[in-house]
T-cell receptor
């Protein structure tokens, strides 16, 4: 287990289509985070899971967004009826509870909505 | 108000010189952590260094050190002997106990684009 894996790396979709991204965290990590990063900005928190429970969602996460983490392992982030404003890099990170060093990020999924 | 402020959008530095990347933060939480991440063009966020609010000494990790000035709410990253491979975006981030960014979630600054010139 070498790190956090995200698939796909790139996704181009037409406006109005649904897309789903996957994140496979480091297996021993119990926390999983989703962040969104737009061009020229730092990542912004979207939501996080502790094991399989989704404990918090940002107000950035509209009702078109849904995230799941079945069985506390991999996670999926789905965006329904995509809009051009959804174009961004979607980053996943995992950590141990309370870890100071354990935020390991994946390489991200770059979404382009045309 | 911005929780993390990075005032340098971009910096050009000669190879082998030391470079300081500025970061100021705003929090009323007495317990917090400060992080620096490097993001090369590939997109992955690479952890560089961590400083806890109660740590007495400045953190160091190889060529990276964090100049932590708590009273000034400043956490500058110092890279000694810069290398061409240091060219990347650098983000300062903070974890607060009650941030609302998800327990242990991070709040990031806008980043500094560092370019090392030969």
């Amino acid at each position: 287990d070498t790190g956090v894996s995200q698939n796909p790396r790139h996704k181009i979709t037409k406006r109005g289509q649904n897309v789903t991204f996957r994140c496979d965290p480091i297996s021993e990590h119990n926390r999983l985070y989703w962040y969104r990063q737009t061009l020229g900005q730092g990542p912004e928190f979207l939501t996080y899971f502790q094991n399989e429970a989704q404990l918090e969602k940002s107000r950035l996460l509209s009702d078109r967004f849904s995230a799941e983490r079945p069985k506390g392992s991999f996670s999926t982030l789905e965006i329904q009826r995509t809009e051009q404003g959804d174009s961004a890099m979607y980053l996943c990170a995992s950590s141990f509870t309370g870890a100071n060093y354990g935020y390991t990020f994946g390489s991200g999924t770059r979404l382009t909505v045309v | 108000a911005q929780k993390i402020t990075q005032t340098q959008p971009g910096m050009f530095v000669q190879e082998k010189e030391a470079v300081t990347l500025d970061c100021t933060y705003d929090t009323s939480d007495p317990s917090y952590g400060l992080f620096w991440y490097k993001q090369p063009s590939s997109g992955e966020m690479i952890f560089l260094i961590y400083q806890g609010s109660y740590d007495q000494q400045n953190a160091t990790e190889g060529r990276y050190s964090l100049n932590f000035q708590k009273a000034r709410k400043s956490a500058n990253l110092v890279i000694s002997a810069s290398q061409l491979g240091d060219s990347a975006m650098y983000f300062c981030a903070m974890r607060e106990r009650y941030s609302g960014g998800g327990a242990d979630g991070l709040t990031f600054g806008k980043g500094t684009h560092l370019i090392i010139q030969p």
